[in-house]
T-cell receptor, first 119, second 119 residues
């Protein structure tokens, strides 16, 4: 079974600064997807960024980028030029890419990191 | 706008009194998921429907049932809620993967959740 670990229960950043959220995972699979989801207080969870394991290039979405280290099973999220609206719980998640597997389609989440942005 | 809708947003029930949570989607997605998220914890998948095929997670208690009468709607039934069932319940949807031969990324879209309180 896959596991996802976020070792930082809480992080804080000053507005306009950069912050990095950490995530590690454990799997025996070679093909999978990794995601970062954002869950603002009392609002729905939305996808921030995704990474396909077979792609070596790190994914980037505007101010959000990842550092994907497959051998180390590490997947960190960097938020540049932090904004007040970035304050939320951030979840790292894993999904198998093996369509024949019983767990295909299932997201396994980490425990989450609460990000506070100070003005 | 196409979306995932959950009703009600807040539900209060009594210990042991059956309760039903509702999810609807306008995305015409094949797959609908139910997650349980306890306070400050990661969402935990309870089960999912791929079209009419029901897929239960091995550790989902029998107390939790689900129905999907059509593509658009999915219900979560808690037959005898206990205090430990108080949580946020998240519904999510995604496109199916079988028609694409299994490969391919299918983003999960989440609803805003229903917060269940058990008295």
């Amino acid at each position: 079974a896959q596991t996802v670990t976020q070792s930082q229960p809480e992080m804080s950043v000053q507005e306009a600064e950069t912050v990095t959220l950490s995530c590690t995972y454990d799997t025996s699979e070679s093909d999978y997807y990794l995601f970062w989801y954002k869950q603002p207080p009392s609002r729905q969870m939305i996808l921030v960024i995704r990474q396909e394991a077979y792609k070596q290039q790190n994914a980037t979405e505007n101010r959000f980028s990842v550092n994907f280290q497959k051998a180390a099973k590490s997947f960190s999220l960097k938020i540049s030029d932090s904004q007040l609206g970035d304050a939320a719980m951030y979840f790292c998640a894993y999904r198998s890419a093996d369509a024949g597997g019983t767990s295909y389609g299932k997201l396994t989440f980490g425990q989450g990191t609460i990000l506070t942005v100070h003005p | 706008d196409a979306m995932v809708i959950q009703n009600p947003r807040y539900q209060v029930t009594q210990f042991g009194k059956p309760v039903t949570l509702s999810c609807s989607q306008t995305l015409n997605h094949n797959v609908m998921y139910w997650y349980q998220q306890k306070s400050s914890q990661a969402p935990k998948l309870l089960f999912h429907y791929y079209d009419k095929d029901f897929n239960n997670e091995a550790d989902t208690p029998d107390n939790f049932q689900s129905r999907r009468p059509n593509t658009s709607f999915c219900f979560l039934d808690i037959r005898s809620p206990g205090l430990g069932d108080a949580a946020m319940y998240l519904c999510a949807t995604s496109r199916g993967w079988r028609a694409a031969g299994g490969r391919g990324y299918n983003e999960q879209f989440f609803g805003p959740g229903t917060r269940l309180t058990v008295l």
